[in-house]
Each structure stands twice: as structure tokens, then as C-alpha cells.
């Protein structure tokens, strides 16, 4: 039975002991390209999956500071097992905002009961990633038609549920959204169906150099049926201000400083194994002064970046408390300055690592490359260059930084 978790504290400590429970293989699910289901059970068995559901309805509603600390905890672990549930509590938060009372009731239960829910949004065929061709299209005996091809479905093929991003292809164009792109493109929803509905195909496709166990393959949709109460509106989550994208892009960030993290305990570990260097002139690896030196580096920039994480989340966390303009607008700068300094950290600390480490970190079946794979992978989830590009438009002019998923 599935336990419901009461307060952030308690996500916490839970978050910590499936950590260590997964990092005992996680060099060899990564090496073997074993997928973990057993791992995900024992993730919905422990309740995390539903700390965000709000307290009317049962859960935690815990803060996205508790949450972002729960991400970078299991990503210390498993980058890879860490990113399944992302999109998990990205849908949960839309379902919070444009959800009817009816469909809240069900699928925040089900989250409850450790459901899994996965998402089908990205495309390739489009001009940019922000372009859709799959489409929800109304059917004259009720409800909808859903057909297209979505790919990176993170955690689809462990999914009870996918959510999948659809043009509402029978609606007309809706009003340009302040903040947000100057076009009036056709309203888009999100679509709440099970993966095992008639029509719905995921392939176990992905073939990245990292992130190698997310499963984050292909998802067809052939004429999947659709009803009414489980759609939901998705473009309006712009029209106002929101934290919406900065939810998603912090525990994108928590995921970064995660990797990073475990890295450089990886890197301590293999100090303690290392020879010194002969012209060091001293007993151990760990007294090399050039090695502390750079060791001590590597610790203030992964402290940084922590400590960039918490003071994004707690932004958020503010802005949730009282939605503006200008308070929604600093939680989103706050977070893409957060994403920057987390992919920097993971990148540059899973390469240092065989620095400290020596030849022999680098010997195959420590596997240890999966922390440069998984970060190298995971930090091209959205372009930095953007981020900071806001950031600097912020500080130099006051330009608010656009409404999107993405920021």
C-alpha cells in the first residue's frame, strides 16, 4: 500500500533513503541499461509522488523548496532515475491551475495512490521546439481525436498515465498573452490518458549517452479516443502571471546540482584510492597541495550552485505566496540564474572528477563517466545561452523575462 507522506520534513528523509537505496546500482543500471522498474515502485510506494497534491484533496502541498531539495537529492544518486518524475509534478501544477474540480479529484488521487504520470510533449518536425503538430480534435459523438508523434517522453514507458501536449486543432487562435510570443497561435491543451489506451504506442527508442535509463523514447498516438474530462486547458497557464515554467526549470536545475553533487563524492572517493603524484612529496593523494587546491574549487562551486537552488526555490515559493508581475518575473530570473550555475557545476565538476581521481577513476567498470554522460546529456534540456541573455535583459533594462514553460 502506497504511504501518504504529511509534511516536507518527512519528503525529505524519505527522499534520502530511497537515495542511498538507489545509488547501490546505479553504476550498473547505467553500464547494463537496465531500466529501473523495481526502483520506480518502490519510488510510488513511498509516497513522494504525491507531496504536491494540495491539502483539500489529501496530500502535503509541500513548497517547491522542500520539492527541488527531494530532486536534488535522488539526482546525488541516479541522474538518470531522478529525472523520471519531473514532468510527474510539472502536470500535477497544471492540473492545480486549470483543472476542474472534478478531474482534481481523480487524478490527484490517483497520484495519491502512487500513480505514475509521464509526459509526451516534445516534437521534432516542427520549425522550434515550441511547435506542435499533434492534435485534439472534437468528435461529433463527444470528446476528442488525439493523433501525432511525440519524442524525449521521459518516464513513458513506466507511466500509468501520459500527458500529452495537443493543438486544440477545432479552436480559433487566442489572444496574444502578455510576455509571451507576439503571434496568436491555436490554443493548445493537455491530454490525461493511460497508457495502455487503444491507439497509443511507446517505444523503448532513446539512445543517448546519458541519461541512458529514463526510457525517454518515442510516443505514437494513432487515433486515440479522448473524453471530455480529460483534457485541460494549457495555454491559459500564460495569460496571467505565473510560476509555471519556473517550477519546472528549477527542478531541472535541482537535477544539475544534484549530479554535481554526487560527482564530487565520487571524486572524494577515488582520492582516497589514488597514488600521489611522485614530486608531490607526500604520503596520500588527499595531501597533494595542487590537488586540495583544486578539490577546494570544485566544493565552492558546487556550494554555489546549491546555494543558487535554494534561493531560486525560495523565490518561487514567494511568488506563489502573493502572484505579480514583478514577483512571478524575479522567481523565473532567480531560477534561470540557478539552472545556469547547476549546469556549469555538473559539467565541470563529472570532468574534474577523473583529475582527482587519477588513471585508475577511469578504469570501465566503475563507470564513473556516467556523471559527465548524464550531465553533458541532461544540461540540453533547453539552451543557458537564453537564460542568460535574460538575466543580463533584467539587470541592465528591467525587461521581465517572457512566459513560457521554458524559464
Known amino acids: 500500500m502506497t ?15 530511497l537515495a542511498a537505496s538507489f545509488a547501490e546500482q546505479a553504476a550498473v543500471r547505467d553500464s547494463e541499461r537496465r531500466l529501473p522498474e523495481a526502483e520506480l515502485a518502490d519510488l510510488s510506494d513511498s509516497g513522494l509522488l504525491g507531496v504536491t497534491v494540495p491539502a483539500r484533496f489529501g496530500g502535503a502541498a509541500v ?19 531522478a529525472q523520471i518524475p519531473h514532468s510527474h509534478f510539472v502536470f500535477l501544477e497544471a492540473l492545480r491551475l486549470q483543472g476542474t474540480e472534478e478531474q482534481q479529484e481523480r487524478f490527484f488521487a490517483a497520484a495519491l495512490a502512487g500513480a505514475r504520470f509521464a509526459n509526451a510533449q516534445a ?22 481525436r488525439l493523433d501525432g508523434e511525440k519524442f524525449y517522453s521521459t518516464g513513458a514507458l513506466f507511466a500509468d498515465w501520459l500527458v500529452v501536449r495537443a493543438v486544440l486543432a477545432d479552436e480559433a487562435p487566442s489572444a496574444p498573452v502578455a ?37 525517454s523514447g518515442t510516443v505514437l498516438l494513432d487515433g486515440v479516443l479522448v473524453d471530455e474530462d480529460q483534457v485541460v486547458p494549457y495555454t491559459p497557464i500564460f495569460a496571467r502571471p505565473t510560476t509555471y515554467g519556473a517550477r519546472a526549470q528549477v527542478l531541472h536545475a535541482a537535477l544539475d546540482v544534484g549530479i554535481a553533487r554526487g560527482a564530487l563524492d565520487a571524486a572524494v572517493v577515488q582520492v582516497g584510492r589514488a597514488r600521489p603524484w611522485f614530486e608531490a612529496g607526500v604520503g596520500r593523494a588527499a595531501e597533494e597541495p595542487l590537488l586540495v587546491q583544486q578539490a577546494g574549487e570544485l566544493e565552492i562551486l558546487v556550494r554555489g550552485a546549491e546555494a543558487l537552488l535554494r534561493e531560486a526555490a525560495a523565490a ?7 502572484l505579480t508581475d514583478d514577483s512571478t518575473a524575479r522567481a523565473s530570473v532567480a531560477t534561470a540564474v540557478a539552472k545556469v550555475a547547476g549546469a556549469r557545476a555538473a559539467v565541470e ?29 541532461h544540461t540540453l534540456h533547453d ?11 533584467w539587470l541592465l533594462s528591467g525587461t521581465p523575462p517572457p512566459r513560457h514553460g521554458q524559464l
Open 3 to 17: 504511504h501518504v507522506i504529511r509534511n516536507g520534513t518527512e519528503a525529505q528523509e524519505v527522499a534520502r533513503k
Open 179 to 215: 510576455g509571451g510570443p507576439a503571434s496568436t497561435p491555436t490554443p493548445k491543451a493537455v491530454a490525461f490518458v493511460r497508457r495502455d489506451t487503444p491507439g497509443v504506442t511507446v517505444q523503448d527508442d532513446w539512445a543517448g549517452m546519458g541519461q541512458r535509463t529514463t526510457a
Open 123 to 144: 516534437e521534432r518536425g516542427g520549425r522550434t521546439a515550441a511547435d506542435d503538430a499533434t492534435t485534439l480534435r472534437r468528435r461529433p459523438e463527444g470528446g476528442y
Open 383 to 393: 539552451p543557458t545561452r537564453w537564460k542568460v541573455q535574460h538575466v543580463g535583459r
Open 349 to 377: 565538476v563529472s570532468s574534474a572528477l577523473f583529475e582527482l581521481g587519477g588513471t585508475r577513476s577511469a578504469a570501465e567498470p566503475l563507470n564513473l563517466s556516467r556523471y559527465w554522460r548524464d550531465a553533458r546529456t
Open 63 to 81: 513548497e517547491v523548496s522542500v520539492l527541488a531539495e527531494v530532486f536534488r537529492t535522488l539526482a546525488t544518486a541516479d541522474g538518470s532515475l
Open 316 to 322: 518561487i515559493d514567494a511568488a506563489e505566496a502573493d
